[in-house]
Antibody, heavy 127, light 108 residues
């Protein structure tokens, strides 16, 4: 059973960089056709897709956050990370890491959705 | 940027059928996924690729998609199905994912 666990500071000052790590257990981050993703949710609001990464080096980011986001993967530690720079109060949210399963067939690749999620971690941006 | 539109709320009595819609311009060519999020918990995938149900998801959950609209149907909704439901899909580039605004389902 795959498990994901977010970790990182719960409080970040405005203009600084938010850094979170997601540890993957119960399976190798390198095996299978998986993208490793980040999603966030401000209190009382909806889910927002931040971006995803693959061990091939492919990364995709939400266009609205692209200039501030970096998602990277560390296969030796079986974990992946999120960095969000120049944060403001609007970045205060619960941050989730998740696995996106997928497969390729007939020259096209398809997603099977975000099938495993971490429990989420609250990050507050405040001085 | 690409958007998916959901109704803010849906309300049904226990045992009735609940239908939650999601509209988006790219849906004729892109799959829809549905997530259930109960209060204080992480989301759970309940439908993928428009109509497939992950293992462990009750049969009362079903999905369909036609044209620019997808529908999550909960047949015989139960009190424990009360939650926020989010649709999720992929933009026309194939590289970016997007969530709908979410629908609060009330079963009482």
């Amino acid at each position: 059973q795959v498990q994901l666990q977010e970790s990182g500071p719960g409080l970040v000052k405005p203009s600084q960089t938010l850094s979170l790590t997601c540890a993957v257990s119960g399976g190798s981050i390198s095996s299978g056709n998986y993208f490793w993703s980040w999603v966030r949710q401000p209190a009382g609001k909806g889910l927002e897709w931040i971006g995803r990464t693959h061990t091939s080096g492919t990364t995709n980011y939400n266009p609205s956050l692209k200039s501030r986001v970096t998602i990277s993967i560390d296969t030796s530690q079986n974990q992946f990370s999120l960095k969000l720079s120049s944060v403001t109060a609007a970045d205060t949210a619960v941050y989730y890491c998740a696995r996106e399963a997928g497969y390729c067939s007939g020259g096209s690749c398809y997603s099977e959705g975000l099938d495993y999620w971490g429990q989420g971690t609250l990050v507050t941006v405040s001085s | 940027s690409y958007e998916l539109t959901q109704p803010p709320s849906v309300s049904v009595s226990p045992g009735q059928t609940a239908r939650i819609t999601c509209s988006g311009d790219a849906l004729p060519k892109k799959y829809v996924y549905w997530y259930q999020q109960k209060s204080g918990q992480a989301p759970v995938l309940v439908i993928y690729e428009d109509s497939k149900r992950p293992s462990g998801i009750p049969e009362r959950f079903s999905g369909s998609s036609s044209g620019t609209m997808a529908t999550l149907t909960i047949s015989g909704a139960q009190v424990e199905d009360e939650a926020d439901y989010y649709c999720y899909s992929i933009d026309s580039s194939g590289n970016h994912r997007v969530f709908g605004g979410g629908t609060k389902l009330t079963v009482l």
